[in-house]
């Protein structure tokens, strides 16, 4: 039976749980009732009590005021908005705020946008009784950061700030110092931005109601033109954004609170990276090389040079000579298109995308487990889950949304279990950080499932009901030798057993993995048995469990789901298979080839080897990005044609015969699917640079100049298209995807799809697959002469190769890569703190400054590659996991030495 309350008089229906605040505000509107220490993302508060309301217990009975943001509502209550004498303690509670706040609202650059000043006339102040104070009005505005700003003259001790750093990112940098009057917002330790442990996420600046905490941007003062919603391109989190615009230009961004993904957070690279888009150094015009130079050309003419150079290759070589490599920082869409090129124009299975160098061996591990290589749950199963493993991930800087919400599932106290070689900032907060050798991930995992088998802690009914393999897998590894397995890690047998007891004992149990698992030389198989863990322990198919891959970029998931690899079409079906060959034939209207295609690693050494002519790369820069850059560089030397989509001068235009202009993700429409399965909207927010084009647009063009007639680039348009051959896409449609986008697989009926495997796998039963440890060839074949492992990470500031954000103020924050170093091997080689360090493999070496800590263990060197100087994957192997061929950059074998050269400066503003 329906539950009713009353307000103003009027019945209406009430939820379990909810507060007097959300009840009116469900009914009535979000601004019915005024606040001023509430925020939609922030727990309730009540401080300001500027929402209390009359409440009566029955009708005509006594009234108590109360704070409605944090109260109950009660069934058959009478609640009253803007009672007598309600309206007069708010209209008191402001009187008393705007005593210590300047009263220049005219020139304040927050006029019309400031909360307080909305609550005041809402109210009905018209002028302030009391006399004005002075405890804040002498405070100097703090300039230091970046992005962030301060005047604190303008705060109302509301505490919003403060609880969005506690309660949305968890750093904990903002605190409330003095009492009474002197009550004032404090920075760490009363530090200014800069100086504070602030990661510039932004949420105090959206939460604060005045201009007390804003940013550079002023994002609180702009009038904009419109505001677009899309979807951030930084990672695999897939954060929503509303960008507001005016003249054609970007002004500001901010995080949507009704945002499925990102709850109106952001990091700093979503909200505050977005400057690049119209950065001086964009390209603006095709370029072809003629004699030996990269010169400017018309559209038409780049367009037909490269439709005369590939048909002349396709002519005089075979098709197979050609291939694409396609982007996940591009759209589902765009992705479609070029696989849809490679096959159906140019007739070869030689299409690949970065998915292969990240999460390639994700896709097949999870496949061959469970028969679909994607998340099997969503991240607000957090909510839901009583332990989370982390393995071969740094969320908190690469995934930072979603490592906020992992690390205040570890800072509640609840068991996390972090599996790193380094002591990540999850790691400080884990129950248990297993923190192992570099590329030992599959002896680890070996330990864990040992002492969950000889200890019978595994759920017997859905090992039984759901899964195949399992006699075996169980015997082989009750078989491994625990005191090996210790020695090879560098993990306390004692220590992996009480996690592997942790996990397999909570009633709920998460696991989440990222390019730790993958790029090694065992990534699949490591990938095979994190699977295993979840079937063992029952962990796969409702809410708070399952296998849940941290994608590294903005669409890897798109990128494979499109078809953009050579054994798998749109959809992952079969692309050798007789049967589905003639689907796709029949479904493209053309020949479609059936022979194998390579990779991107097979792609580099048959040009090395004579057999591979022409590569169109959209939007990779794989000389800056993929391992081993001689290697790569001699690859792309031997091509007589090179194209590159791209939207900066990169280190392989450098090597392109044909460099085309792209629009940015902010400049272009189409769809991104996130690491939990979600299709969300990209909806272009400014006109492209004069010059550029969606690379959708690109794609189209040269299939219409090669004679494969297609429509100007829609993403409806082709969303449909997708729709009719993609199985798990059958009910997507770009007018119904909505704010928040749909998690396939979404059927024909458009109902999507939150939790995998719920009944039966998409194989029909799992399947336990057992992995022996396999040291690298890397290690095993150099470690004598180089000694050192060397491990590649990401930092917060900036992104992969940091193309963009190096041309944002991110480069202020974070301007060089470094080398992490543990004191007792910097003191073998007499290396100081900030010293240069020569870095040599058996490929090369490089220069990086030292930065000794001990969050790695003796033996252990770690760096990222965000500064193009540096080259770093000069230094890096062609090794690769043995199924998927990603490459392995997180295990590098190396030697060390005190540089006597200088760093070359890496600062791009």
């Known amino acids: 039976m329906e539950k009713t309350a009353f307000i103003n008089d009027v019945a209406y229906t009430i939820q379990d749980g909810e507060s007097i605040l959300s009840f009116v505000r469900r009914h009535l509107g979000q601004d019915y009732v005024p606040t001023l220490c509430d925020a939609p993302n922030l727990d309730p508060y009540g401080a300001c009590r500027v929402c209390s309301v009359d409440v009566a217990l029955a009708a005509g009975g006594p009234r108590k005021v109360q704070a409605s943001c944090h109260t109950p509502v009660i069934a058959e209550s009478y609640i009253y908005t803007d009672s007598q004498r309600v309206t007069r303690l708010r209209k008191n509670i402001i009187e008393l705020v705007l005593t210590d706040h ?33 405890n804040h009005l002498d405070r100097k505005k703090d300039l230091s950061h970046a992005y962030m700003t301060s005047d604190l003259s303008k705060c109302i001790n509301c505490g919003r700030c403060v609880r969005a750093c506690d309660e949305v990112q968890g750093q904990l940098v903002l605190n409330m110092a003095g009492r009474g009057f002197d009550a004032h917002i404090v920075k760490d330790f009363d530090n200014v931005f800069a100086a504070s442990d602030c990661v510039s996420c932004g949420a105090c600046a959206q939460a604060c109601p005045t201009s007390a905490i804003s940013d550079i941007f002023e994002s609180k003062s702009v009038v904009v033109d419109k505001k677009v919603r899309t979807v951030c391109t930084y990672c695999g989190v897939g954060c929503n954004l509303e960008v507001a615009v005016v003249n054609n230009e970007i002004k500001s961004i901010q995080a949507p609170y009704d945002a499925a993904v990102n709850q109106g957070h952001t990091c700093l690279k979503g909200r505050y990276a977005f400057s690049f888009y119209n950065h001086q150094d964009r390209l603006r015009t095709p370029l072809i090389r003629k004699n030996g130079e990269l010169v400017p050309a018309s559209w038409d003419e780049a367009y037909d040079y490269i439709a005369e150079k590939l048909t002349s290759i396709k002519n005089q070589y075979g098709p197979d000579s050609i291939g694409g490599i396609s982007s996940a920082r591009c759209t589902n869409e765009e992705n479609y298109l070029m696989q849809k090129f490679i096959r159906a124009v140019i007739g070869t299975n030689n299409i690949d995308s970065c998915a292969r160098v990240c999460h390639s061996p994700t896709a097949l591990g999870m496949q061959r487990a469970f028969g679909t290589g994607a998340a099997t749950n969503s991240v607000v199963d957090l909510k839901y889950t009583d332990c989370i493993m982390v393995i071969g991930a740094n969320p908190t800087d690469a995934h ?19 599996i790193d070689p380094r002591r990540t900032e999850m790691a400080r ?34 090992i039984q009901n759901r899964t195949e393999g399992y006699s075996d897998f169980k015997k082989q590894i009750l078989g491994l030798s625990m005191d090996e397995m210790e020695e090879i890690t560098g993990v306390d047998r004692e220590l992996v057993r009480k996690a592997a007891r942790a996990y397999a004992m909570a009633p709920n149990a998460m696991s989440f993995h990222g390019l730790g698992v993958t790029e090694h030389s065992q990534g699949t198989y490591t990938v095979m048995l994190i699977s295993d863990l979840a079937m063992i322990t029952g962990n796969i198919g409702r809410r708070g469990v399952g296998v849940n891959p941290l994608r590294g970029q903005n669409n890897v998931q798109g990128a494979a789901d499109m078809g953009c690899q050579p054994h798998q079409g749109a959809g992952y079906m079969d692309a050798y298979d007789p049967e589905i060959n003639k689907k796709y034939a029949s479904f493209y209207q053309t020949d479609i080839p059936i022979r194998k295609g390579l990779k991107i690693p097979e792609m580099y050494d048959a040009s090395i080897d004579g057999k591979f002519k022409a590569l169109w790369l959209m939007g990779e820069d794989v000389v800056q990005t993929d391992p081993n850059t001689h290697h790569v560089i001699n690859a792309l030397s031997k091509l007589e044609l090179v194209v590159v989509q791209e939207i900066f001068f990169s280190e392989t235009c450098k090597h392109a015969h044909v460099v085309l202009p792209a629009a940015s993700f902010l400049e272009k429409s189409g769809t991104f699917t996130n690491g939990e399965r979600r299709i969300q909207k990209v909806q272009k927010v400014v006109e492209p640079l004069p010059g550029t084009k969606a690379d959708g647009q690109i794609i189209v063009d040269i299939m219409n100049r090669m004679g494969f007639a297609q429509p100007d680039y829609d993403p409806g348009t082709v969303l449909q298209e997708v729709s009719s051959i993609v199985p798990f896409f059958a009910g997507v449609k770009w007018d119904e995807l909505g704010k928040n986008g749909k998690q396939w697989p979404v059927g024909a009926d458009g109902k999507d799809t939150e939790i995998l495997h719920i009944e039966t796998f998409k194989r029909g039963l799992g399947k336990f697959h057992f992995a022996p440890y396999k040291e690298s060839n890397e290690v095993t074949t150099h470690q004598k002469e180089y000694p050192y492992i060397i491990t590649t990470n990401r930092e917060l500031e900036h992104y992969n190769s940091g193309t963009m954000t190096r041309r944002t103020n991110n480069a202020m924050i974070l301007t060089e890569d470094v080398l992490l170093i543990h004191p007792d091997d910097a003191a073998k080689h007499l290396i100081a703190d900030g010293d240069m360090v020569c870095v040599e493999s058996p490929r090369g070496k490089v220069d990086i400054k030292a930065r000794l800590t001990d969050e790695i263990k003796p033996g252990i060197l770690s760096t990222t590659f965000h500064f193009p100087d540096l080259q770093l994957n000069t230094i890096t192997s062609s090794e690769h996991d043995s199924e998927a061929l990603c490459p392995e950059y997180k295990v590098v074998s190396v030697s060390i030495r005190k540089s006597r050269g200088k760093k070359l400066s890496n600062g791009l503003f």
């Open 400 to 418: 930072p949304v979603t490592g906020a919400k992992l690390k205040q599932f570890a800072m509640k106290g609840k068991t996390t279990i972090v």
């Open 102 to 134: 300047p009263l220049d609202c005219l020139t304040c650059e927050v006029n019309n946008n400031c909360e307080l000043q909305t609550v005041a006339a809402r109210v009905g102040i018209r002028k302030v009784r009391y006399p004005e104070g002075k």
């Open 429 to 462: 907060y884990a129950t248990y950080h297993l923190q192992l050798k570099p590329g030992t991930n599959v002896a680890l995992l070996n330990m864990l499932l040992y002492y969950i088998a000889a200890e019978g802690l595994e759920d017997e009914n859905f």
